[in-house]
């Protein structure tokens, strides 16, 4: 959604603005001739072919009223942008692709809520496009334009919007942390949250030379916030704190929107307020009034969630040791489920070195890769599984994240490669996280879910599912026991005696 390349750093000068792009990348994938992915590169013009693709994985950023410099929506617009076009998609999964979309396609999991990326076939239809001229083609195949009378939102037409308190930041101004104004959301009942995003507005979108300084337009870095219940003395009654108060995935530059699992929407009771004693700014290099929108979508009154949220702590902030002047800088963390859980999403969270992410799920002798993903720090960009591609593991996963580091000149995000780089909390510092989310399960909806999971994908004997180890056990069952106090202390050993019946089939 949005950009920000020098706002992450405060060398604000010593960045180039646009985006390092490989001289003269194929437009097709190797080994794969246009013949073998289906279509006659002569034949390939913008309203058949491409307009489509724009529609589907662009013009929601490439309008007038969007965050990206230019907009993409006729051909005249387009046109221009034919060979830079080309570049931009054939990037592979990396800083500076268009879309800004980085998993991996040759590993792990590959179907992803909301993703816009582009097919081999589509990136080779936008190369031979460019090549062949950037012909327009018959005006009578072109679709009819996409309507974004929902706001172009990419999670719909929201519910409801709450527009937080704008700030100004000086352009000379140093970074700033601090609170914003406690802001009523604006609902009236309790209502379950489905999914949520966010959208920085600000008076340097518009201006003219605002592409000249891509990397500044934003100056909101980010927001860590909840949503609480404030008396009308401006306190939260303490009592019901508990039940009221809900903590929300923070807001980051260039993220894109959050959806909760179907079953496990998070509540926002009524009345609530945003509440955030953690933004932080980021001068562009010009004096910016800015604020946030938050768009909302909603489960329908009456939903009841039927599963409990997880998060992992899953990331090293000690041991950050990152040389200078070298690529493919490896650094590991481990973490232990200690429940079974559905992991929703994925979201790596590194600083300018980062390059690439990998996850990857370790139990008993089953070590599988759930996803690997690109970095760039000008697009911190959340993961969502698809709703039969998330992973269902069992208690006792170690799950293990890999961080690849480039501190090279090659990295365009970091000011100066000659610098040793460690942890810490600032833009210039590191972080090694994934802060990626999912839902806790209990025995039985453990076997409940992977269940489901079989049927929506048709699952039949001897197949494997990615991130489910023991999907492959349709016949697994939980020791019987009567008391309720009992049966909690139970279910580990019947988990225990799950894993074991598992792995003495093998
Ligand atoms: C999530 C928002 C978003 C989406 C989706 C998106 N873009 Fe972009 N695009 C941007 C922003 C912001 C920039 C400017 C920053 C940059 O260069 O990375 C940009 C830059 C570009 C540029 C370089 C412009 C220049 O100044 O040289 C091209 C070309 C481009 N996009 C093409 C595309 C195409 C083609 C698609 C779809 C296949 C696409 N983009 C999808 C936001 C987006």
Known sequence: ???????????????????????????????????????????ITFHKDIEPILQRSCQNCHREESVAPMALL????????ARSMKRRT?????????????????????????????????????????DAGAPRGNVADAPPPRDFGDGGWTIGEPDLVTTLPELIIGGEQPDWWGEIETTPVGNTTDRYVEALE?????????????????????????????????????EQDKTRSEDTTTGWPVHEVGRNADTFDP????????????????????????????????????????????????????????NID???????????????????????????????????????????????????????????RTYEYADHTAPILPKGTILHITGYMDNTTANRN????????????????????????GVQLSDEQFLEQMEERRQAIGWRLGDHVI?????????????????????????EEGTAETAETAAQQQ
């Not at 006729?74 to 942008?81: E, K, L, N, S």
């Not at 300084?213 to 916030?225: A, C, K, N």
Request: glycine share 8%; net charge negative.
């Open 90 to 130: 054939a990037m592979g999964r990396r800083a500076g692709v268009m879309p800004p979309w980085y998993v991996e396609q040759n590993i792990g999991i590959q179907e992803y809520k909301f993703d816009p990326s582009l097919s081999d076939k589509e990136v080779a239809m936008m190369g031979a496009w460019a």
């Open 74 to 81: 006729t051909y005249a617009q387009a046109r221009p942008w």
């Open 467 to 491: 991130g489910c180890p023991l999907c492959a056990y349709d016949d697994l069952t939980i020791a019987d026991v009567s008391d309720e106090d009992e049966a909690e202390d139970d279910a």
């Open 198 to 234: 966010f959208r920085e507005v600000n008076d340097v979108l518009d201006t003219e030379d605002s592409r000249e300084t891509v990397g500044g337009r934003f100056v909101f870095h980010h927001m860590i916030w909840s949503t609480q219940v404030i008396g009308d003395d401006g």
């Open 263 to 318: 079953e496990a929407g998070r509540l926002l009771a009524a009345n609530s307020s945003v509440v955030s004693n953690s933004v932080h700014l980021h001068s562009n290099g010009r004096d910016t009034r800015s604020h946030l929108e938050i768009a909302w979508k909603f489960h329908p009154e009456g939903y009841e969630p039927k599963l409990k949220r997880a998060s992992r702590s899953l990331g090293d902030g000690l």
């Open 322 to 380: 990152i040389r200078p002047e070298e690529a493919d800088q490896q650094l590991h963390a481990y973490t232990v489920l200690q429940t079974h859980q559905k992991l929703t999403t994925f979201e790596p969270h590194l600083h300018a070195p980062g390059q690439r992410m990998c996850l990857e799920a370790i139990w008993g002798n089953h070590i599988e890769t759930l996803t690997c993903a690109g970095y760039d720090h000008n697009w911190v």
């Open 1 to 43: 959604m949005l950009r920000h390349t020098t706002g992450w750093m405060h060398h604000l000068t010593t960045l180039a603005v646009t985006v390092a792009v490989g001289v003269g990348a194929p437009a097709i994938a190797a080994g794969q001739s246009s013949a073998s992915l289906g279509f006659d590169p002569a034949e």
């Open 414 to 437: 970091v000011p100066d490669p000659r610098n040793w780089q460690g942890s810490g909390n600032r833009s210039v510092t590191n972080m090694f996280i994934d802060l990626g989310i």
